[in-house]
């Protein structure tokens, strides 16, 4: 079955710096894309960054510049690089994929498109 598992996150000051990766498996992640997004509470579950099965990649405005996903499809690994870290970056973080499903289609970086989801990672950035 698809799965995808999150690591990487942590506590940092901000300023600082977190590795974000995402492990993918049961599906051919070359053809798919895959998201990164992120929720903090009370707020709803925003994309920040995705990169499409042809390269392309997506950025929120809020994360340009600071932020860099990439993939590597031969360890099955997207990740999610966050630098000069933000206390408004403090979430939960989630890689998904649309993935092999009928009822989900990458159209654009935004929740709904994406079926398959992991259990997220806590990036807290203290000021």
């Known amino acids: 079955q698809v799965q995808l598992v999150e690591s990487g996150g942590g506590l940092v000051e901000v300023g600082g710096s977190l590795s974000l990766s995402c492990v993918v498996s049961?599906?051919?992640?070359?053809?798919?894309?895959i998201g990164w997004f992120r929720q903090a509470p009370g707020k709803e579950r925003e994309g920040v960054s995705c990169i499409r099965s042809n390269g392309e990649i997506y950025y929120t405005d809020s994360v340009k510049g600071r932020f860099t996903i990439s993939r590597d499809n031969a360890k099955k690994t997207v990740y999610l690089e966050m630098n000069n870290l933000k206390p408004e970056d403090t979430a939960i973080y989630y890689c998904a994929t649309d993935g092999p499903s009928q009822r989900h289609y990458y159209t654009a970086c935004v929740a709904p498109d994406f079926g398959f989801w992991g259990q997220g990672t806590q990036v807290t950035v203290s000021s």
């Open positions: 049961g599906f051919a992640m070359d053809y798919y894309a």
